[in-house]
Every structure is written in C-alpha cells, then in structure tokens.
C-alpha cells in the first residue's frame, strides 16, 4: 500500500531544519546510538530507531537491532514509514497491533521489517520543527505500557537535547569566526551548556522546602560533571539526585545528560533508590568509551506521610547525605555501593530516612569536603561541614544551601579547585 504524504512533511521550514541537522546520509554515532539502545532495553525490544524525514526519505541515524548497514540501506521512501504519520499529528504514535491500525497497515516499512508493534515520539529541532522520531518496534503485537512510554518519551527529548546542543555548538562556532572573539563566545557555551544540564527552578513540595546551588571550580569555563535534579516520580512520591561525572568537557557533560534522563525515565519505576541506580549503571556500562568516566551518586525517593517525610537513600561511591535534626544532631547517610560504570557487580544498598519538621537533608558533591585554600591541603572536610550545618538553626533550605557555599568559599579564599553542588531538602517547623 503506498500512503499518501501529509503537507506537514513537505513544509518548507520543516525540511530546511531536517537539513541544517547535518545528519542526514550520515554515519551512525555513539551519541544516538547509545539512546536508542536505552530506549529498547528499557521497552524490552530489540529494535530501536532514531529516524530523520525529509521530502523524499525517511532516514535511520541510529538502527539497533539491525546489524551493520550500508547507507542504502538505511533509507525508506518517505511514503512507507510510519514516521510520516507522526509528522503529520506531532503526537506519539502508540500502536499495540499494526494489523488493526489501518494507517501502518500494509505500509511497505512495516511489512519489510516484520512489524508487530509500533511506538514512536516525535523529535524536535531548536524551534520545535518535528525532524522525525524515536522509534521501538517489536515483531510481535504487544501492550506498551505506561511507564514504556514515559521512559520513550524522555529519551526522545534527549535526542532532541542532542541535536539542539549540536546546533548551539555550530552557532557559536560561526560567532566565533564572524566575530573574532573565541574566548567570550566559549565562555558564554559553556555557561549556557552547564545550565542546560541543571533545573532552572526546582519544583515546588508541598511541605518542604528545597533549595540548590551550583558553583564552578575557580575561574573555570568549562563544562563540568556535577548535576542535581528534584522531580515528582509517581503519585505522591518524589526523587533527589545528585551527581558527580568523572572529568569535564562535553564528553562529560553527555554522560552527565545521560544520568538524568536514565535517572528521571526510570525512577517511577522503581520505589529503591538502589534499583534506579543499578539501571543507571546498566545504560552507563552499555556506553562506555575508552576514557572509562565513571559517576558517583546520591539518590533519595521519598514521600510525605503524617509529620513529615519518609523516604530511601542510595549512595553510589558518592560522599553521605547529611541528615539534621530539629535538635542540632546531624547523622551521615551513606550505604555499600562503588561508582558507577566500571562493572556490573556495584553492591548497592538502600537506607531508610525520615524528615520531621525542622529536619533537613543535605545531597552534596567532594567539591565541598575537598575544598582547600591556595598552597594548603588542609580540607574543608567531613567534620567542618557536619559541625557547620549542626549550626544551622532555622535557616531554612535557601539559608542552609547559601551558608554552605559561603563557608567553603570563605575557607578556600574563594580558590575552588573543584565544582561544588549542594541540594537541601527542608521540613519547616509547625508553625504555633
């Protein structure tokens, strides 16, 4: 059956954005191949495409599942994919059975490939143009499920992340040359590189404060591994996470943008810290290069019940979470479990908290104990930041954060050798 092309695929700044990728008739990368291997081992397939659509074709930049291609071979008339369907609606396209879809149906693609089930978000170019999608397909009928799907749907948006930070990367590279001034158009990369990597605002509790910062090393420019996020997984319950990825530069910063989109796609699945972090190791070890970047780790779930807040920590090689009472006492959370991405067996473990009113738990990277002044290695260390937070009486979660950067930024006079990031989670007082 040959389907006919919707006039959203021949829309002109469609294609002229599908264009300004680069990508098509390209060779296959890492960088798309390691989402697209996600995406079929978090949906249990074992085909997995990212696919760009022009006019003519609709091209597979990533195909896992499909051996070693010729580029000829990966190319399909535009007319028989399924992509064109999802250009067309902008809208996922969630198939259980092709046989009762009459759109897929007879499709040359689906008939080629032996597809059963088909699901595929869109992906996005920088001003929102859809240049094609993420697809999982199995040979079979099947069911996809909801948590598939939002695992899909947050790989999808990380291909587009890809693209987007390729395109910002080739504007700033024209910048330079057109203005001549590399080293302020490089800083400003940085900058906004580093923040797209971090939430601009964390999202509100009800019944807790939260609060975070980030602070480079001293004078640094550069890309770093640090990275923080606080987002609702399921219900009522939520996730804290912060990290640390070995090294810095944009290598680092893709292993930093896979460990939050692996982190936030698989938490509502999983109410153990530990068990989000074994995933978070599985799709670390499935893309490793030759540089060997490992990631250290802190991961809270956690949800309100009467009083306050229950929830599970993990720790992976990461420094302990600090948990400090209404009363002053600060107890250090840490369980078993090494870095992850160096081998399969990581020992994890969970530990169980809880948070009452003026409770507050403090996330944190070594840039804060190993912080140092100029030509002295004494440390900033375990015990300064223990005794400095037991101080820290009604501050509140902006407070506690803000008193934390300042005290280390005053005992190093301010020479930071090392990225800091700090994240408070904070159960105000019952108010009389």
Not at 208 to 223: C, D, F, K, N, W
Not at 299 to 321: D, I, K, M, N, Q
Not at 339 to 352: A, K, Q, R
Not at 382 to 394: A, G, H, M
Request: net charge negative; aromatic share 6%; charged share 20%.
């Amino acid at each position: 059956m040959v389907s006919e092309v919707p006039p959203a695929v021949l829309d002109p700044r469609r294609l002229a954005a599908v264009l300004a990728t680069g990508l098509l008739d390209s060779e296959p990368e890492l960088a798309f191949d390691e989402l697209a291997l996600l995406a079929a081992t978090m949906t249990r397939t074992k085909r997995a495409f990212v696919t760009l659509v022009d006019d003519r074709r609709s091209f597979w930049k990533s195909a896992i599942g499909m051996g070693e291609l010729p580029l000829r071979a990966r190319l399909i008339p535009v007319e028989d994919s399924p992509s064109h369907i999802l250009i067309a609606t902008n809208q996922p396209l969630i198939v259980d059975d092709v046989t009762a879809d009459p759109r897929l149906r007879g499709l040359a693609a689906v008939e080629q490939l032996g597809i059963g089930a088909w699901a595929e978000y869109p992906i996005h170019g920088p001003n929102g143009e859809v240049l094609g999608g993420l697809c999982v397909v199995d040979s079979v009928s099947r069911v996809w499920t909801d948590d598939e799907m939002q695992m899909l749907a947050t790989l999808a948006r990380a291909v587009s992340s890809e693209i987007r930070l390729r395109d910002a990367l080739a504007r700033s590279e024209r910048q330079v040359a057109e203005l001549q001034a590399a080293a302020k158009v490089s800083t400003e990369l940085a900058r906004s590189l580093q923040e797209s990597l971090l939430p601009p605002i964390l999202p509100t509790v009800r019944g807790l404060q939260a609060a975070a910062s980030y602070i480079p090393a001293t004078g640094e420019t550069r890309v770093t591994g640090d990275f923080y996020d606080l987002f609702q997984t399921s219900g009522s319950r939520w996730c804290a996470v912060l990290g640390d990825v070995c090294g810095h530069g944009v290598e680092a910063a893709k292993i930093t943008a896979l460990a939050r989109y692996t982190v936030r796609a698989d938490a509502p699945r999983h109410t153990s810290p530990s068990m989000v972090l074994e995933q978070l190791n599985r799709a670390l070890l499935a893309q490793r290069g030759k540089d060997g970047r490992f990631v250290t780790v802190a991961c809270a779930v956690f949800r309100p019940e009467e009083g306050g807040f229950t929830g599970v920590l993990s720790t992976a090689g990461h420094p302990p979470a600090l948990l400090r009472r209404a009363d002053g006492t600060v107890e250090a959370l840490k369980t078993l479990g090494i870095v992850l991405g160096i081998t399969e067996e990581t020992g994890l473990e969970d530990v169980h908290f809880s948070l009452f009113p003026g409770d507050v738990l403090v996330l944190y990277s070594d840039g804060v104990t190993e912080a140092h002044p100029p030509g002295n290695w004494d440390l900033f260390g375990d015990e300064r930041l223990i005794t400095l937070l037991s101080e820290c009486e009604d501050l509140g979660a902006d407070g506690i954060v803000k008193r934390i950067g300042d005290a280390v930024l005053e005992y190093s006079q301010a020479h930071m050798t090392d990225d800091m990031a700090i994240l408070a989670l904070y159960v105000p007082p019952l108010q009389p």
